[in-house]
């Protein structure tokens, strides 16, 4: 329980280290790169200890001295939705609470930019209420956006929510990994629970060797390219291919609008898989709302990726869903 859970300690800890991205190209050295990663230590009166990152690509609030004494001596669940703390210290934060209910919490929930957490206990005993939301609205699959800070400027989850979103619904689960290198993580992936899995072209340097993969594994095979990339990057794996994601909006965040330009890429594409594989999926990802769903189908898109059109404050899920549908009627 977290109930009497007071916060005794907050340490922070600045490094300069090496790592691999395409997100900051400064002081590139043969592919490595150096930044400021700032280590955030909370401690807890019942001995409970928690950890959190600040990197140099995180946008959303380094953590301040004013943060840290807001939140001394008290509890730290109380702050698990304030992301005016800063990235690491709103880490730290889930990551104590976690360990104090013994439920995995930052290796889980990873991003705490994501808000309005649903309780902990559903990763273990039922179906988040989002998911339940959604199975009763008659979508037709849940749709993973898998962000590992390098390919994109953000980070999500990974295999531990893959793996508990399984237990929870019997719905079709669509990992998209726009991660790096994503062959490294395919199988654990379809391990976890992934029905289909889709890789960025940008990601990997052996796209038909990772289709391969995934296909070899019983689930089915996707491609995805982001908006600057041309279609030709494609075109030779299409065969190879159960479905197509094309990106509406430059990934790694949630609540964008989608790009005009891209719906005519979108009916480029739908007489290239036409000629290629009839049977292949084209799916599009980002912006898409009400307002411009049929536009997307009309341009070709079968299967359609829906964020914060279905998930916001203004709307149920049952109702933003009827609208879509009913969008395209």
């Not at 990551?95 to 290796?107: C, E, F």
């Not at 995934?214 to 479905?243: D, H, K, M, Y």
């Amino acid at each position: 329980m977290t109930a009497g859970l007071r916060i005794t300690e907050v340490e922070r800890i600045t490094l300069l280290v090496p790592f691999r991205s395409r997100v900051e190209p400064w002081l590139n050295l043969l592919n490595w790169q150096w930044g400021i990663v700032e280590i955030t230590r909370v401690v807890t009166d019942a001995g409970y200890v928690g950890y959190g990152e600040t990197l140099p690509h995180y946008t959303w609030g380094k953590v301040t001295d004013e943060a840290v004494e807001r939140v001394k001596g008290k509890n730290p669940a109380e702050f698990l939705s304030d992301d005016s703390l800063g990235a690491g210290l709103q880490m730290a934060l889930w990551d104590v609470v976690g360990k104090a209910l013994d439920v995995p919490v930052h290796a889980l929930l990873g991003n705490p930019k994501v808000r309005d957490w649903a309780p902990i206990a559903w990763w273990t005993t039922k179906a988040p209420p989002e998911i339940a939301a959604a199975e009763a609205a008659g979508v037709d699959y849940i749709h993973l956006d898998v962000m590992d800070g390098r390919f994109v400027p953000n980070i999500s989850f990974g295999m531990p929510v893959c793996a508990a979103l399984r237990r929870a619904t019997t719905l079709p689960i669509d990992a998209h990994l726009m991660i790096e290198e994503p062959e490294n993580y395919i199988d654990a992936f379809i391990d976890s629970g992934a029905d289909r899995v889709t890789v960025h072209v940008e990601a990997t340097h052996h796209l038909h060797r990772a289709l391969g993969q995934i296909s070899e594994r019983g689930a089915l095979a996707g491609v995805s390219l982001n908006p600057a990339t041309p279609l030709a990057a494609i075109e030779e794996v299409i065969p190879f291919c159960g479905q197509v994601l094309v990106m509406l909006v430059n990934p790694g965040f949630g609540g964008q609008s989608l790009i005009p330009a891209m719906l005519d890429k979108v009916k480029r594409l739908r007489e290239m898989i036409e000629t290629k594989n009839p049977r292949c999926l084209l799916q599009v990802d980002g912006g898409i709302k009400a307002s411009n769903i049929k536009r997307a189908v009309d341009s070709g898109a079968d299967t359609i990726v829906v964020g914060s059109a279905i998930y916001n404050d203004s709307t149920s899920v049952a109702d933003a869903v009827a609208e879509l549908r009913s969008a395209l009627a």
